[in-house]
């Protein structure tokens, strides 16, 4: 059975820097597209990052451009997400997602998802 597990999450002042990653375990054949969503209490689940398979597509939420960037591992297996000024309305549950038609919007399995407090 494939998972995603994520890591990374934690507190960190307005400013700060958090880098997440997450891992898939178990295997899926094929190439597939990997990226992060987040949801705040109150609020709809909402894109941050995508990214194919090659990494030749990258795409982001309008609210994290220019301060989050996602990367691939090596092994293609494992997707990270490098937070920096980090703002106290990034506080959120941060998801890792999966889409195995790599078109990069097409999200068919899901992480925990890892805790993010930005405090002010």
């Known amino acids: 059975q494939v998972q995603l597990v994520e890591s990374g999450g934690g507190l960190v002042r307005a400013g700060g820097s958090l880098r997440l990653s997450c891992e898939v375990s178990?295997?899926?054949?094929?190439?597939?597209?990997m990226g992060w969503f987040r949801q705040a209490p109150g609020k709809e689940r909402e894109f941050v990052a995508g990214i194919s398979w090659s990494a030749s597509r990258l795409y982001y939420g309008d609210s994290v451009k220019g301060r989050f960037t996602i990367d691939r591992g090596d092994a293609k297996n494992t997707v990270h997400l490098q937070m920096n000024s980090l703002k106290p309305e990034d506080t959120a549950v941060y998801y890792c997602?999966?889409?195995?038609?790599?078109?990069?919007?097409?999200?068919?399995?899901w992480g925990q998802g890892t805790q993010v407090t930005v405090s002010s």
């Open positions: 997602a999966l889409d195995k038609t790599n078109m990069v919007n097409q999200w068919d399995l």
């Open positions: 178990g295997r899926i054949v094929g190439s597939y597209a």
